[in-house]
T-cell receptor, first 111, second 117 residues
Framework: GQNIDQPTEMTATEGAIVQINCTYQ??????LFWYQQHAGEAPTFLSY????GLEEKGRFSSFLSRSKGYSYLLLKELQMKDSASYLCAVRDRSGNTPLVFGKGTRLSVIA | GAVVSQHPSWVICKSGTSVKIECRSLDFQATTMFWYRQFPKQSLMLMATSNEGSKATYEQGVEKDKFLINHASLTLSTLTVTSAHPEDSSFYIC?????????????FGPGTRLTVT
């Protein structure tokens, strides 16, 4: 089976740093993705990890440990517009296979 | 980045009628498209994988006779919800990939909100 776990909700303060964790147990592994989704809108791509380590892109960074089945998304200098759901997704094999999504983490940024 | 469009963006229909949702890749060819469904405050649940020129592969629990998928060209896939019922009300999102390698991200359409009355 496949299982992807994320916290359901998080709250953080504007200007702060927040880390959203994701753990996964899948039959195989061919990459982990993070998406941002605002209410009523489609997900937008944030990051991709296939090797262990940290990928940095502006205010957002994503980390992967394949041996631990663990990833996190780090958001720095939080802005109000960062309030959204953050979806962790795994591709469990190569080829034209779909992403399997976790339930998402709803992040609320407060002043 | 690549653009995926969906039409309509929202639709209200009566119970028992059928609704067709179109998904188009506007600036790339998508051999494979994926259809997801999302209920409020839930994550995206994969319904089916649509391959151009062949039958769609449905996920367990998804009725293929109720959710008809056609992928007639490399840029268009359609999802038809037949004999819709209120429990089919949901946010339907399509997604497409440019290539088959692991790096290629999935581009998502803007979604179609279906309300069945």
């Amino acid at each position: 089976g496949q299982n992807i776990d994320q916290p359901t909700e998080m709250t953080a303060t504007e200007g702060a740093i927040v880390q959203i964790n994701c753990t996964y147990q899948t039959s195989g592994f061919n990459g982990l993705f993070w998406y941002q989704q605002h209410a009523g809108e489609a997900p937008t791509f944030l990051s991709y990890n296939v090797l262990d380590g940290l990928e940095e892109k502006g205010r957002f960074s994503s980390f992967l440990s394949r041996s631990k089945g663990y990833s996190y998304l780090l958001l720095k200098e939080l802005q109000m517009k960062d309030s959204a759901s953050y979806l962790c997704a795994v591709r469990d094999r190569s080829g034209n296979t779909p992403l399997v999504f976790g339930k998402g983490t709803r992040l609320s940024v407060i002043a | 980045g690549a653009v995926v469009s969906q039409h309509p963006s929202w639709v209200i229909c009566k119970s028992g009628t059928s609704v067709k949702i179109e998904c188009r890749s506007l600036d790339f060819q998508a051999t494979t498209m994926f259809w997801y469904r999302q209920f409020p405050k839930q994550s995206l649940m994969l319904m089916a994988t649509s391959n151009e020129g062949s039958k769609a592969t449905y996920e367990q629990g998804v009725e293929k006779d109720k959710f008809l998928i056609n992928h007639a060209s490399l840029t268009l896939s359609t999802l038809t919800v037949t004999s819709a019922h209120p429990e089919d009300s949901s946010f339907y999102i399509c997604s497409a990939r440019e290539g088959a390698s692991g790096y290629n991200e999935q581009y998502f359409g803007p979604g179609t909100r279906l309300t069945v009355t």
